[in-house]
């Protein structure tokens, strides 16, 4: 039993042995695995705060366009109130809501937002067509904006609800008798 113990211990030591004299002999060995995995480590690390930097600032526009859209209804609201203050006869208040109505839109535009083009061809990506008049325009010509849409940062808020037009019936048979 003695012996047999002895030569297990005798292997262990030998392995041991082995490692240890492997890990000395190795440093120089792995120094350019280190080097190799310190730079794909920084290149990560360099990726990693690009990607969190992009995420914060989506989050931040993310933000700004949630509460320019909780805006747009006073924007609609002080459109109103244009119109109401118009048929007044006092011209001061109606001079003082314009200011107001026009330092507030200009806030928002520096922001980012910029109002739906609403003339030519309805685009089913920037107007909701809410109303179809017969018409001499070409079919799905704006004729209308009942109101106004908005896109902040190239992200539509509000799409512009628009009436179009549609030839008239008779229109329609005198260009195919032509």
Do not use: C
């Amino acid at each position: 039993m003695g012996n047999g113990n002895g030569n297990g211990n005798d292997k262990n030591r030998q392995g041991i042995e082995t490692k240890k004299e492997k890990q000395e002999a190795s440093p120089e060995a792995e120094e350019p695995d280190y080097k190799e995995r310190l730079i794909r480590l920084a290149a990560e690390f360099d990726n990693y705060k690009k990607r969190t930097k992009t995420d914060i600032d989506n989050a931040k526009t993310m933000g700004k366009a949630e509460l320019t859209s909780n805006l747009l209804s006073v924007l609609d609201e002080f459109e109103v109130a244009l119109i109401a203050v118009g048929k007044t006869e006092d011209k001061t208040i109606a001079r003082g809501v314009e200011l107001l109505y026009s330092n507030f839109f200009d806030a928002l535009k520096k922001a980012g937002l910029e109002e739906v083009s609403a003339s030519g061809q309805a685009d089913p990506y920037k107007h909701e067509i809410i109303m179809i008049r017969e018409s001499d325009k070409p079919d799905g010509t704006i004729l209308e904006v009942a109101k106004k849409g908005y896109i902040f940062k190239g992200m539509l808020l509000r799409p512009a609800s628009v009436i179009v037009s549609k030839k008239n019936e008779k229109e329609e048979k005198n260009d195919a008798k032509k």
